[in-house]
């Protein structure tokens, strides 16, 4: 009886030791079958508008990320960025409208490369609201975006 109390305590041992090999081995092997995919988003020398970017700053660079929520209906105003700069809009839709009427609607998921020292404003006229990754190559004290108050929104 005491044997084959040993035998019985024995075998659910192994059969827990290797129950959990098991698991090991296959989480091993699911893990091993996963891998790192890198999805290249975009790559392009001009902004979303076909105009050319301009010539990389001179000096020391300063990159700068923001992020940005548009709650639904939000306008921002009239603006130019006197730098480079692309993201990735990550929720909802934005419209990027050129002073000259030229529209563009970035769509979740896609990237966008910003006009440079072109004045556009941007609009939320979906009904959620639109979360953006925004990259910037600027330099030490030189702003992200100028404003122009002077210009009306319809």
């Not at 035998?7 to 827990?16: H, I, Q």
Request: proline residues 6%.
């Amino acid at each position: 009886m005491k044997r084959m109390k040993l035998w019985m305590l024995a075998t659910l041992a192994v059969s827990m030791w290797a129950m959990t090999s098991c698991k090991t081995a296959k989480s091993a092997a699911d893990s091993a079958q996963q891998q790192v995919v890198s999805t290249e988003l975009i790559r392009t020398s001009q902004s979303w508008d076909g105009v050319e970017l301009p010539d990389y700053l001179q000096g020391r660079p300063e990159l700068v990320a923001v992020k940005y929520i548009f709650p639904a209906g939000k306008k921002l105003g009239w603006h130019h960025h006197p730098v480079m700069n692309y993201g990735v809009l990550v929720q909802g839709e934005l419209t990027i409208i050129g002073q000259d009427g030229k529209e563009k609607v970035v769509h979740e998921g896609e990237p966008v490369v910003e006009m440079v020292n072109t004045i556009h404003h941007g609009e939320n006229r979906g009904n959620k609201p639109v979360i953006l990754y925004m990259f910037y190559l600027s330099q030490k004290d030189m702003p992200l975006a100028v404003q122009h108050p002077e210009i009306p929104l319809e």
